[in-house]
Nanobody, 122 residues
Framework: VQLQASGGGLVQPGESLRLSCAAS????????MGWFRQAPGKEREFVAA????????YFADSVKGRFTISRDNAQNTVYLQMNSLKPEDTAVYFC????????????????WGQGTQVTVSS
């Protein structure tokens, strides 16, 4: 599976963005999917994760209630809907995949997309 993230951009505080992560290859539905982000000078951190069938989701406390994660296994795509964006959400966002159940730490993921920049600024 190869991953391609897209949808980043520059937005003002309070606005929304939807990130997409398209997967190529076989058996996308075998993979738990996660989104992580890395701000300048900071370590990469967990944002959200979703189970293979989409029935279970996890969120970092910092984004809970503002972000949602979903997936379309027919389209081999996972989404991160980001609402009420704040300047502290500014980061490069990465999607990641791992066989089986999703995890909340980046070292558990073996496949990574290239990252998409999200900048929240007035």
């Amino acid at each position: 599976v190869q991953l391609q993230a897209s949808g980043g951009g520059l937005v003002q505080p309070g606005e929304s963005l939807r990130l997409s992560c398209a997967a190529s290859g076989r058996a996308f539905s075998d993979y738990g999917m996660g989104w992580f982000r890395q701000a300048p000078g900071k370590e990469r951190e967990f944002v959200a994760a979703i189970s293979r069938g989409g029935g279970t989701t996890y969120f970092a406390d910092s984004v809970k209630g503002r972000f949602t994660i979903s997936r379309d296994n027919a389209q081999n795509t996972v989404y991160l809907q980001m609402n009420s964006l704040k300047p502290e959400d500014t980061a490069v966002y990465f999607c990641a995949a791992r066989l089986g159940w999703p995890k909340l730490v980046d070292v558990e993921y073996s496949l990574w997309g290239q990252g998409t920049q999200v900048t929240v600024s007035s």
